[in-house]
């Protein structure tokens, strides 16, 4: 195609970035409500965006692979002009070094876009737990918030585990008790929507004491309505995770089988109590084992 008939067809088309979130957009709107496990099990689940969340990620790095495109090849004005040049930009972001994570999430995002199979393109690098830089270590941005702000922060997800949206949109009437047990009764900023309760688990009984007193007066208040964008949330996430699996698991060798979850890769044969797993990622608000094994369980 030429170029004055590359330009015509741009004038009757919506801009590239406009036809890919308007059917990003599209997707998340018929999956809200829906089951992601059900259309799972019966094969349709990648015709659906089911959380707001999800299609923020998505819709960032479909404008990666835009911007590439429009480099590479600019005579693409529509989305289905972009479909064949997928292979030609994974290899791109694996011979730059990107993480096999960075890739699969893009990988994952593009399969989106198109309606298609992870397994219709070509294979990109296995994530190994290994590999996985997130809060693992001290980096740049941490040096910019004080140590006071951090550790009152610390101190607040090491016992609740709440993920930073919903530390900035808890109130203290989340307290509340069962069988005079405190838990935090989440509904606000949770992900995917999901209501939970969230078990309060300090190092000491002090340091519960602390957490229940600043939720009683905080009120009908939010405890945390702003936090600092320096502080690393998901770290202190792990450090609840593994406070909950230290206290929940027991000994391997009263386990049976199906009561053991298995570790693989650079932990291969490690075993953990699944029961005592199930219960972090309960508390943490996740569904899946792999999850927790993957990106929480790391300190043990």
């Not at 094969?43 to 707001?52: H, K, L, P, R, V």
């Not at 922060?153 to 008790?177: D, F, H, P, Q």
């Not at 909950?244 to 953990?272: Q, T």
Request: net charge positive; proline share 2%; glycine share 6%.
């Amino acid at each position: 195609m030429g170029q004055w008939a590359n330009r015509r067809k741009r004038r009757k088309t919506k801009r590239l970035t406009v036809q890919v979130y308007d059917r990003l957009n599209s997707m998340l709107q018929a999956g809200m409500g829906r089951s992601r496990k059900e259309d799972k099990k019966n094969g349709i689940d990648y015709n659906f965006i089911y959380s707001t969340k999800t299609y923020e990620t998505y819709k960032r790095e479909c404008r990666h692979y835009i911007r590439w495109c429009k480099e590479h090849h600019p005579g693409a004005v529509s989305i289905d002009d972009l479909k064949p040049y997928i292979n030609d930009y994974l290899q791109h972001e694996i011979d730059r070094g990107m993480s096999a994570y960075t890739i699969s999430t893009r990988k994952m995002a593009i399969c989106k876009l198109f309606g298609i199979r992870a397994t219709e393109i070509m294979q990109t690098p296995t994530r190994r737990r290994a590999d996985i830089k997130r809060s693992r270590n001290v980096v740049t941005r941490d040096k910019h918030i004080s140590a006071e702000t951090e550790a009152r922060l610390a101190r607040i997800t090491s016992c609740t585990g709440l993920r930073k949206r919903e530390l900035m949109m808890v109130t203290g009437e989340a307290l509340k008790y069962r069988d005079g047990v405190p838990y935090l009764h989440i509904i606000a900023g949770t992900k995917g929507g999901k209501i939970r309760d969230v078990e309060i688990c300090g190092e000491t009984q002090k340091e519960v004491n602390e957490i229940i007193s600043m939720f009683k007066a905080a009120g009908p208040m939010r405890v945390l309505p702003k936090i600092h964008n320096a502080y690393d949330n998901h770290h202190y996430r792990a450090v609840y995770a593994n406070r909950l699996l230290k206290k929940y698991s027991r000994p391997i060798d009263s386990l049976s089988h199906s009561e053991r979850y298995v570790m693989r890769r650079d932990r291969a044969g490690e075993i953990l109590d699944r029961r005592a797993m199930y219960i972090v990622s309960k508390n943490l608000g996740h569904n899946r084992l792999d999850v927790i094994a993957q990106s929480y369980i790391y300190h043990t």
